[in-house]
C-alpha cells in the first residue's frame, strides 16, 4: 500500500484483541500475516498480528 487505508472488520477485530482503538489507528502495510498500523494523529507505528 503507498498510503494508510482505514482498517476492514477483521482488522478491527485484531486491534481490538491487542487491546488498541481502531478508531486511531490506520492500516499501512499487510505483510506475512502483520499489520502495520500508523497512529492517525501522532504517526507513531505499531506492528501487530493480524489475519
Known amino acids: 500500500m503507498k498510503k494508510a487505508l482505514r482498517p476492514t472488520r477483521s482488522q478491527k477485530l485484531a486491534m481490538k484483541a491487542v487491546g488498541l482503538n481502531s478508531d486511531n489507528w490506520l492500516v499501512f502495510k499487510k505483510v ?20
Do not use: A, C, K, S
Open 32 to 51: 506475512h500475516g502483520e499489520l502495520h498500523l500508523v497512529h492517525r494523529e501522532t504517526g507513531t507505528t505499531r506492528i501487530i498480528p493480524g489475519n
